[in-house]
T-cell receptor, first 111, second 116 residues
């Protein structure tokens, strides 16, 4: 099992550009999440999904969109990147009984 | 609302000393789960422990131990005989069953530096 993987690992964007972060898990987990980690603030939930075809907003959803077309994939989109979105993004997945498994993270810089 | 407080921003200890990382949580739910994660300099998040709200037994795993006290809403983490490899940021987190989503509420983390 590869666990939770994230693509890409690093990315630099210019303000206004768009991009999609891909999260994939091969553990057949129902739930998937996107968090962002900023210095001194811990991890904060952006969006999450409790099943294929369903998504919901977390604590800091503005400026992001997500899609869960397949159970194993959870995409995070930035339509028009802003410097405030410079962060490290973590994807996680969990089975119904709990216990989150995290991906390695994506370091995004918006200039 | 759920909240996790890690009041210690940074701690430095000399190798072989014991160190305790504090975690205080807030929730009105009676069924919840508490976690500790380690984030080494390489950046990944390493799962350490998960406890449910009905199990207040202390747990020991090698040099690691956890003290869960519902009376003080605390879930403290102790490393015995610290080693340089323990240097990392440690996060305490909380999830509540009521939301049905198992998402985690994180504290702001404690950076532990173990000096050789």
């Amino acid at each position: 099992n590869a666990g939770v993987t994230q693509t890409p690992k690093f990315r630099v964007l210019k303000t206004g550009q768009s991009m999609t972060l891909l999260c994939a898990q091969d553990m057949n987990h129902e739930y998937m999440y996107w968090y962002r980690q900023d210095p001194g603030m811990g991890l904060r939930l952006i969006h999450y999904s409790v099943g294929e075809g369903t998504t919901a907003k977390g604590e800091v959803p503005d400026g992001y969109n997500v899609s869960r077309l397949k159970k194993q994939n959870f995409l995070l989109g930035l339509e028009s990147a802003a410097p405030s979105q410079t962060s490290v993004y973590f994807c996680a997945s969990t089975p119904r009984q709990g216990g989150q498994f995290f991906g390695p993270g994506t370091r995004l810089t918006v200039l | 609302a759920q909240k996790v407080t890690q009041a210690q921003t940074e701690i430095s200890v000399v190798e072989k000393e014991d160190v305790t990382l504090d975690c205080v949580y807030e929730t009105r739910d009676t069924t919840y789960y508490l976690f500790w994660y380690k984030q080494p300099p390489s950046g990944e998040l390493v799962f350490l422990i998960r406890r449910n709200s009905f199990d207040e037994q202390n747990e020991i795993s090698g040099r690691y131990s956890w003290n869960f006290q519902k009376s003080t809403s605390s879930f403290n983490f102790t490393i015995t005989a610290s080693q340089v490899v323990d240097s990392a940021v440690y996060f305490c987190a909380l999830s509540v069953e009521r939301t049905g989503a198992n998402n985690l509420f994180f504290g702001t983390g404690t950076r532990l530096t173990v000096i050789p």
